[in-house]
């Protein structure tokens, strides 16, 4: 492939060649993106005894596409819809059959999926799929990509659900249209049931073979049809469901309709005879809509925007009674806004997801903007290029050139010999959810991840570009989406700019804001950090932070007031306040000023909670030896030193498991030390203490004295080291695209970590292969060869146990916050038994 104008290839991953390869192509093939970085395809397994077809569904995680999770289907006929929801953990199949299915993951796994419920509409193929809307819209505006407020630059945007349970809650479910003309919607009830209505769009019903569907921010739904002819209108319709005595009603009207202009144009009156993609600009863009008409060779798209507009008022009737302001009659208009020249075949058409608000007029978007990738949509075409055009004027904004042949990119286009037979192409294309990266699937079932420059191919200045990755990881931390499409394009160069760059941001929302997010930005810098060799022992360090702050807050929940009517402050409050106010050295002189009776637990829950605490006592004395040697930043635990914020928080969890040893001396953190008589616990707060006061201020940090020093040089001599158990190096792509070479990948099959420089830095710090493993959020030991099965985030590799070995409900609680997802927020996979 020729690396072109703002898009180039990251990464392929095929089928494993066979002599007679099973996987054939679905046809029409599709794909779909999640906003948690799944994508899911078909494709058609030959099975080669009963010469018969199993429709299969895979599903993927951008980060380990090889990875692959095949389900066959059930579907009896081609699945023609796939459609993810709006958290991206669900996802709805439809066929040719009038089967709709809806699958989610089994155990929160990303590689373990399940039929749960479904709906049919018996023998009536599905051509359009959508879930309701959830009424949370968020607009996007790039023009105050500057502002420092979260709230300007993304707001939120007053719209209904498709329809709401008692007060005011979103109601689950999904509608489809059929190819007789039926429009069919499944309601999911709280308690697991599903209510479904079929109806006719209208009393005349005709084939229809396109279809999209929209929502209005009344809560409507608008149904665009064609029956695939373009001499024929585009139908629109109205939708409105509603629960009337535990039934689903559906209301359906007609809107104005609209004929293609290529149609009513003479030059081109009979060039394009069929309808081949009719799309919405967006789900919630009901009054913008894309449409392509193509002939064998050839296709031409336009752009449609439905609008206003005053009917004119004849004289006679002005003179009767005049028409003032308002009053004028206005009727809704499908007036064109844009149409391409005549170009090559297209195959698939992807639109992009992010809600981007155009404040100016519709055309004349802002220049510093208009590369903003959010702003294109993607056209394949049948000789294997893709274009990005811009959604509104169909203007050309990014080109790749493929090809099914493999040629030298520095081979000028002229003397290329035009290849004989059928070029590869996309036959199902998908942008992703920042439109930094475009999925395509080709006819041989083969994955291509393609790279969207945040420039678009446009020379900006490196700020530029830094921005609009900025202000996307801001959009992703706002939504809670996932924001791997965004690392394809840091560069080892940027990792650091953009840290502090988003931590700057960060620092300006208002303190409520910023609690809300306080784990996200963590999880996210240290996604940015893996990115650079010299900045990569700070994933450590963001990670243990991560497991800090959890820690801090279940130990906190678990202490309970003596007396119920007690005034506003929780104990947990109390303790972080009475310890930011006392700042004695001395452990016993701390824990006096603090109410004993608070802090009773049962023997068996301390007990519980022994491997948690070993944690904290074993992190803080890593701490504190590793301060003499604070000059190098290479060594994990080095930002810790300077943190008087997380320095606080071991400092309080020190005191309370002092007062949790006193109750059960056998929940207290085991050191081996030098001498019998040495109480490790109270000197090691001592120098906590002596550290957090040089650093309490974050606006005045000193630096530690020499008599600190001094003493933390000499805890290996009093005290056993431990060695601390950082995360796993994750074995994902990500870190191998960096150098923009193209990687090839089999499914199923996964690549050897070869040649990736940041990966063996990191290696100082991680158990070798066939050393004892660890469950990081149990912090038990699994052994060399863990019998237990176990599951591994697909972000931070962070690994855990599947099931829990525990009855305890202290430690129920720990476990029950990992659940759907890893600390980091990254999804669960489950890991082969043989994974050591």
Sequence with gaps: PVRAGGMDLAYVCEWEKKPKSNHCPSIPLVCAWSCRNLIAFTTDLRNEEEKDLTHMVHIIDTEHPWDVYSVNSGHTEVITCLEWDQSGSRLLSADADGHIKCWSMTDHLANSWENTVGSVVEGDPVVALSWLHNGVKLALHVEKSGASNFGEKFSRVKFSPSLTLFGGKPMEGWIAVTISGLVTVSLLKPNGQVLTATESLCRLRCRVALADVAFTGGGNIVVATSDGSSTSPVQFYKVCVSVVNEKCKIDTEILPSLFMRCTTDPARKDKYPAITHLKF??????????????????????????????????????????????????????????????????????????????????????????????????????????????????????????????????????????????????????????????????????????????????????????????????????????????????????????????????????????????????????????????????????????????????????????????????????????????????????????????????????????????????????????????????????????????????????????????????????YTATSDTQDSMSLLFRLLTKLWLCCREENHITEPDDALIDECCLLPSQLLIPNIDWLPINDGIISKLQNKQLVRLQFGKAPGLVGHTVSSQFDAFVRAPGQPKIDHLRRLHLGAYPTEECKSCTRCGCVTMLKSPNKVTAVKQWEQRWIKNCLCGGLWRKMPLSYS
């Excluded at 940027?494 to 306080?518: D, P």
């Excluded at 909670?609 to 040697?629: C, E, K, M, R, T």
């Excluded at 928080?649 to 059960?664: A, D, H, S």
């Design 281 to 670: 600009l967006a789900r919630d863009m009901s009054e913008q809509v894309l449409l392509c008409a193509s002939n064998q060779n050839n296709s031409i798209v336009e752009c449609w925007s439905l609008r206003k507009e005053g009917l004119p008022v004849n004289n006679i009737f002005q003179q009767i009674s005049p028409v003032v302001g308002d009053k004028q009659p206005m009727i809704l208009k499908w007036r064109i806004l844009s149409a391409t020249n005549d170009l090559d075949r297209v195959s698939a058409v992807a639109l992009p997801k992010l809600p981007i608000s155009l404040t100016n007029t519709d055309l004349k978007v802002a220049n510093d903007t208009k590369f903003f990738p959010g702003l294109g949509l993607a056209l394949a075409f049948h000789d294997g290029s893709v274009h990005i055009v811009h959604r509104l004027s169909l203007q050309m904004m990014a080109v790749f050139y493929g090809s099914s042949s493999q040629r030298p990119v520095d081979e000028p286009a002229l003397k290329r010999p035009r290849t004989t037979g059928p070029l590869v192409h996309f036959k199902a294309m998908q942008l992703s959810w920042t439109s930094l990266a475009l999925a395509g699937v080709d006819s041989h079932g083969k994955l291509s991840m393609l790279r969207i420059s945040p420039s678009m191919g446009h020379v900006l200045d490196m700020n530029m570009s830094l921005r609009h990755l900025l202000f996307l990881l801001e959009y992703c931390m706002v939504t809670g989406y996932d924001w791997w499409d965004i690392l394809l394009h840091v560069q080892p160069s940027m990792v650091q700019n953009l840290v502090e760059k988003l931590h700057e941001e960060y620092m300006r929302q208002n303190a409520a804001l910023q609690q809300v997010l306080s784990t996200r930005i963590v999880a996210m810098k240290a996604s940015l950090c893996k990115l650079s060799s010299s900045t990569i022992a700070r994933v450590c360090d963001y990670h243990a932070k991560l497991f800090l702050i959890a820690i801090s807050c279940t130990l906190k929940s678990l202490l309970r007031p003596h007396f119920l009517n007690t005034p506003d402050k929780s104990p947990g409050d109390r303790l972080t306040e009475i310890c930011s106010k006392i700042t004695d050295v001395d452990i016993d002189k701390v824990m006096i000023n603090l109410k004993t009776e608070e802090f009773v637990l049962e023997m068996t829950t301390l007990q519980s909670l022994q491997q948690l605490i070993q944690w904290v006592g074993d992190f803080v004395l890593y701490l504190l030896a590793s301060l003499p040697n604070q000059g190098s930043p290479v060594r994990p635990g080095h930002s810790f030193l300077r943190d008087g914020a997380s320095l606080g928080m071991f400092r309080e969890l020190m005191v309370v498991i002092r007062i949790w040893g006193l109750l059960k001396p056998s929940c207290l953190p085991v």
